[in-house]
């Protein structure tokens, strides 16, 4: 078979040259300007190849593709090498076109497009193939970790051409700081690349993906990643959360332990002044939660929270001070009234034996009715102004009753002036009625 492929390529090849002969005799002047125009191609492992020649001006002069070995793989429309993976695509005066399907690393090099002119001329195209790195892998990561160790992870990849590009992403955020290390594979045509991350972690990198990401130009702005998340185990952090700012004197509270820790914290312990809760009937334990039905002084002291996992213990303390309750004036509701002075006097009438008693009452005009409000000032202004007009009041009275003061004697009395006894006396009075009229006062 081989004799017989090599007799078809030196067939082909002499033909070209008799055609070529032939056609020189005739046409060695407008051959000069010919030559064939080829271009670079770059293609995918796997992908398929298009090599194409032209030729602006042509005078019926043979094209001819060959490979980097020098085999022919084309002689204008004819296929002189049995491999399936090459075709023609497009076959005439001024262009020659073929494709090879499922390229691989061994297809890489350089191509010739030959022009049968006299002398021949010629053209190179170099077919590029990439090597499509393998889906990187993630090692080094043991679960769980806990806080505060160093952690290594190393990302790797084969089969790259040309070598990879290794990017760390930790919540999406780039890390720049790691080691690169790029290695050539057993077929010297492709490579081997790893990247090695060192970060130490704490309870924020728990649940974080850490990504490895490959950039390649074989995959077309589509990069393969590999994604590890991470599992930390940390001791509890502890915070006490109030119901209320300002616990007053009967009021409820509700203290409540919030605590997060990996594992899970275990039901979290209550204590008073290091001690045990004093009051279980009102101090009820439920849950992360301290319910205290009704505040009392006696409540005052240092509340402490307690959780608890596998790896440490925490805890937090609240110090509570019930506050009284403030005292609150309500709305006081004041009643009109009048302020009445009444004096009662006896006034004697000298034409009458018997004794009469007039009663005179004066009402304050300037009684204020009271007002509705808390205001204390307004309240102790309307209490001085009512003391203020009652005295007034009182004091002109006593200066109306000071003028019309007098001493008034009864008949009797008027009858023992001059009388030696008491019959006499009477005797006397009597006789004194006629001119009573004469002797009346009266008292506007």
Request: glycine share 6%; hydrophobic share 35%.
């Given at each position: 078979m081989i004799w017989k492929r090599s007799a078809v390529l030196r067939f082909y090849s002499v033909c070209g040259?008799?055609?070529?002969?032939?056609?020189?005799?005739?046409?060695v002047?407008?051959?000069?300007?010919?030559?064939?125009?080829?271009?670079?191609?770059?293609?995918?492992?796997?992908?398929?190849?298009?090599l194409t020649c032209r030729v602006d001006q042509n005078d019926n002069t043979s094209l001819q593709w060959s490979n980097p070995a020098q085999q022919t793989l084309y002689f204008d429309d004819k296929k002189a090498l049995r491999d399936n993976r090459i075709e023609l695509v497009r076959a005439s005066w001024h262009e020659l076109s073929i494709s090879v399907s499922d390229v691989s690393l061994s297809d890489e090099g350089q191509y010739t497009c030959s022009l049968f002119t006299m002398p021949v001329k010629t053209s190179k195209a170099y077919l590029t193939v990439l090597g499509?790195?393998?889906?990187?892998?993630?090692?080094?990561?043991?679960?769980?970790?806990?806080?505060g160790?160093?952690?290594?992870?190393?990302?790797?990849?084969?089969?790259?051409?040309?070598?990879?590009?290794?990017?760390?992403?930790?919540?999406?955020?780039?890390?720049?700081?790691?080691?690169?290390?790029?290695?050539?594979?057993?077929?010297?045509?492709?490579?081997?690349?790893?990247?090695?991350?060192?970060?130490?972690?704490?309870?924020s990198d728990d649940g974080v993906a850490v990504i490895c990401r490959v950039d390649h130009e074989s995959l077309n702005a589509t990069p393969q990643v590999a994604m590890q998340v991470l599992e930390i185990h940390y001791t509890p952090s502890v915070k006490i959360i109030p119901s209320t700012p300002f616990p007053q004197e009967g009021q409820p509270l509700i203290l409540t332990c919030e605590s997060k820790g990996k594992p899970l914290p275990e039901p979290v312990l209550w204590t008073k002044?290091?001690?045990?809760?004093?009051?279980?009937?009102?101090?009820?334990?439920?849950?992360?939660?301290?319910?205290?039905?009704?505040?009392?002084?006696?409540?005052?002291?240092?509340?402490?929270?307690?959780?608890?996992?596998?790896i440490g213990q925490s805890s937090a303390e609240y110090v509570l001070i019930v506050h009284d309750v403030p005292n609150t004036l309500l709305p006081t509701t004041i009643i009109p009234s009048l302020t009445t002075a009444t004096v009662t006097t006896s006034v004697a009438i000298t034409t009458s034996p018997t004794t009469s008693a007039t009663t005179s009452s004066v009402r304050d005009p300037n009684a204020l009715a009271g007002q509705n409000g808390p205001d204390h000032a307004l309240i102790g202004g309307i209490v001085?102004?009512?003391?203020?007009?009652?005295?007034?009041?009182?004091?002109?009275?006593?200066?109306y009753l000071a003028r019309h003061k007098g001493t008034y004697l009864t008949n009797e009395a008027k009858g023992a002036e001059d009388a030696p006894d008491a019959d006499t006396a009477i005797i006397n009075a009597e006789g004194s009625q006629v001119n009573a009229e004469e002797k009346k006062e009266y008292f506007i």
């Open positions: 040259l008799l055609l070529q002969a032939a056609a020189s005799k005739n046409k002047k407008g051959s000069q300007g010919q030559f064939p125009l080829t271009q670079n191609v770059t293609v995918v492992e796997g992908g398929t190849a298009i499509v790195p393998e889906k990187p892998q993630i090692s080094g990561f043991s679960s769980p970790v806990m806080e160790d160093l952690m290594q992870l190393t990302c790797k990849t084969s089969g790259s051409k040309p070598a990879a590009d290794i990017r760390w992403f930790k919540n999406d955020k780039e890390i720049k700081d790691v080691k690169y290390l790029k290695e050539e594979d057993a077929n010297r045509k492709t490579f081997t690349v790893s990247s090695t991350l060192d970060f130490r972690v704490d309870r002044d290091g001690g045990e809760l004093p009051d279980p009937d009102r101090m009820v334990v439920s849950g992360r939660e301290l319910n205290i039905l009704f505040l009392n002084k006696t409540d005052n002291g240092t509340y402490r929270c307690e959780a608890t996992n596998t001085a102004v009512v003391v203020f007009v009652t005295l007034c009041s009182i004091f002109l009275l006593g200066r």
